[in-house]
Structures are given as C-alpha cells and as structure tokens.
C-alpha cells in the first residue's frame, strides 16, 4: 500500500492499521526533515481514510473521485502562502469555522496542517483549544520539521509520528527513474543528505555539472593571474542566475568535505563519488584558510541573495580566496 512513496515501513503499516480500526484516531503528527515524502504520506492516508469503499484499493467510490479531482468537501489543507511564511490565526479560525459543519461525502473529516511548526503564536494557541475538544468526527494531521517549534501542549495532544531521512539507494532508485545519469544518481543521492525533494530540485538545476565546475575551479588556485580565472570562469547571465547560486552552494559543500577529510572525518562526507578528487585538490590547503575561505563564499552567496551584483561579488571572491591561499 502507497508503493508509490518510497521508504517510511513501520510508520505506513501505523496508519494502515489506524484504516481498519474503525477509523478512530487521535490528531497525528508527522515529524522529520523536509522533502522525505511526509506530507504526500499524509495526503494518501487522507484519502484512504475519507474513502467508502469497505476494502481497498478503492476502485472509484465518489469520495475517492472527489478527492482525486482536489474538491472533496471534507478535506481540508492549511499551508504557508509562501516558503518560510507564518501560519496565522485566520487560518486556523477558518478550521473552527468548517468543524461547525458535518460530513459531506465521507463519513469523516480530515484536515492536513503542513509546516505547522511554523504557526505563529496566536494561531498555535487557537489550534490548541481545537485539538483539547476535538470536532466530531475530524482528524486533525501535523506535518512539522522540528518539535522545537511546536507548542508543547500541541504536541501533547497528538501522536507522533518520526520520519527518518531516506537512504541513498532509496534515493537513487527514484532519480534513476527520473532520467538521471547513474553517476549523476550516486552523487545527488548523497548531496541530498536523505531528502527526495532536495535530490529532485538538484537534479532540475544541474547541480552536479554545477558541483564539478566547482572543484575546477578550486584545482586552479592559488594562481598567478587571478583576473584570468574570473574572465574564464565568469558569473552566469541573469537567465542561468540560479546555476551560479547553485554553484556556490557546491563550492560551500566541497569545502565542507574537504575540512573533514583534513580531521579524519571523510565518512561524514557529501561528495563521496569524487572524494579521492576533493582530497588531492585540498591536500596543501591549511585547515584555517579553508575556514576563512568557507567565510567568503557564504558572504557571497548572501550579498548576491540580497541583491548585489552577481558579476561584482563573484569576481571579488575569487580574487580574495586567491589572496589567502597565496599568504604565508
């Protein structure tokens, strides 16, 4: 069942469970890195759950087709308008507002609260009070990064469920049938750090062609003609903008794999598929210029992010890294 989400086995077999025990449940909450799949888990068990057919796979009921068709009455989904926005009361007073009404097409309710660590106070407090007196009939699913974040009466009040990252053959399977070079699968598998969200988007923006421009570049330094690395290695246009983003975030993790194979921590690494390469590249490199280094890049990224010239920063950066690794 739900075949099609990869990894996550005990906790499906949970909630596959929770279908055929009468479907009464407590409020669950689903805890775990980002792009690991919960909140499609939690999607397809709402489903599953809403659905009335008495066996399953359902083949077809009107609240399966409903759902399907992403206008089931009873499904509700509360999300950020925005990355990184906050959750706010006038989304949970629309919750309270749908739990005066009963079932439509199923015989429950679910709704779905994703990114509920990033409710503000306000409207954290206002879930509270639902979650104390459950409406009848409702399922209430948390979908949350870190508990950190989560009042801890919430997360009193529901069970919770913990979701692991994937492991990279896991990973690499989906990027395989995704069209992704065996070579390029291994290494975005790893990059990723367990997270098939992240392994997809890196493999949209040509992040390992992005990862191997870096590491040349990084084999050229220090150099005697610094302003002829900048000319032959320039900042992308405006239209490949992200590649160049996506290039110093490459840098930032090649120079993390390098300082720990100068401590002894190279199975700690991202980079596995080229790490003998990272190595050899690093070798005379000291520890502390690799920092200070580390230091330039993330101001870079973060001036660039907010605005800066692209073409600026970026030739700036190259003649300062340029500049440390030549001092004594």
């Known amino acids: 069942m739900w075949e099609n989400i990869r990894g996550h086995e005990q906790n499906k077999h949970f909630l596959q ?19 690991i799949g919960k909140k499609a888990l939690a999607t397809a068990f709402a489903k599953d759950f809403l659905c009335r057919s008495e066996k399953l796979p359902c083949s077809g009921c009107p609240s399966c087709q409903a759902f399907n068709a992403n206008g089931h009455p009873d499904f509700l989904l509360v999300e950020q308008s925005a990355p990184g926005k906050e959750i706010v009361i006038d989304q949970i007073k629309e919750i309270a507002r749908q739990a005066a009404f009963a079932p439509n097409l199923s015989a429950h309710k679910v709704c779905i609260i994703d990114a509920a660590d990033y409710m503000n106070l306000t409207a954290a407090n206002s879930l509270l009070k639902l979650l104390e007196e459950p409406p009848r009939f409702w399922l209430f699913i948390l979908i949350a990064n870190t508990a950190a974040r989560l009042l801890p009466t919430i997360r009193s009040r529901v069970i919770q469920l913990r979701f692991d990252a994937l492991p990279a053959e896991t990973i690499e399977a989906v ?29 949209k923006s040509n992040t390992v062609d992005c990862r191997n421009k870096a590491l040349t570049i990084f084999e050229q330094l220090p150099t005697q003609r610094p302003l002829q690395l900048t000319t032959q290695y320039g900042w992308p246009e405006k239209t490949a903008g992200e590649d160049g983003m996506t290039l110093l975030e490459m840098m930032l993790f090649i120079l993390r794999d390098a300082l720990l194979c100068k401590e002894g921590m190279a199975g700690n690494a991202y980079n596995i598929d080229v790490l003998p390469h990272i190595e050899k590249c690093f070798a005379d490199w000291h520890s502390a210029k690799i920092k200070n280094i580390i230091k330039i890049v993330q101001e870079s990224y973060m001036a660039i992010a907010a605005n800066a010239s692209g073409k600026v920063v970026w030739e700036a950066m190259l003649v300062r890294m340029n500049m440390i690794l030549k001092e004594d």
């Not at 469970?17 to 792009?35: A, C, N």
């Not at 995704?178 to 890196?202: C, F, K």
């Open 17 to 35: 469970q929770l279908l055929v025990s009468g479907k009464r449940t407590p409020s669950l909450l689903f805890l775990g890195p980002g792009g």
């Open 175 to 203: 990027l395989a049938k995704e069209g992704a070079r065996p070579e390029e699968a291994v290494a975005l598998a790893h990059l990723a750090d367990g997270s098939i969200g992240t392994a997809l988007n890196m493999l």
